[in-house]
């Protein structure tokens, strides 16, 4: 069973950066995929970025320039870098995983693991 665990969390102004981490455990397949996905107060889940089992990176539109997606294979650690931070990012970010696969879209019905999210909220 994959265990995903969000950290990083926090409160900063507008114009901050965070870096959100998940700790990923108990992998069995070769390749997997993760993604950072968030939910706005209000607002339904949606996908903020993505890599696949290759080490490609998808993003969001609206976000590809502030937010970086990244792993660390060895320590099985996902990271998302968020630059210039805006009171419209605030929401709860969930990590997600699906392994076996070495592609999926953003999509939040492809990924089969998540994590407890970890809470971001930017003031102006």
């Known amino acids: 069973q994959v265990q995903l665990v969000e950290s990083g969390g926090g409160s900063v102004q507008a114009g901050g950066s965070l870096r959100l981490s998940c700790a990923a455990s108990?992998?069995?397949?070769?390749?997997?995929?993760m993604a950072w996905f968030r939910q706005r107060p209000g607002k339904q889940r949606e996908g903020v970025a993505s890599?696949?089992?290759?080490?490609?990176?998808a993003y969001a539109n609206s976000l590809q320039g502030r937010f970086t997606i990244s792993e660390d294979d060895a320590k099985n650690i996902l990271y998302l870098q968020m630059n210039n931070l805006t009171p419209e990012d605030t929401a709860m970010y969930y990590c997600?995983?699906?392994?076996?696969?070495?592609?999926?879209?953003?999509?939040?019905?492809?990924?089969?693991?998540w994590g407890q999210g970890t809470q971001v909220t930017v003031s102006s």
């Open positions: 890599i696949d089992g290759y080490g490609l990176t």
């Open positions: 108990g992998y069995t397949a070769s390749r997997h995929c």
């Open positions: 997600a995983a699906v392994e076996g696969r070495p592609w999926v879209p953003l999509v939040e019905n492809e990924y089969a693991y």
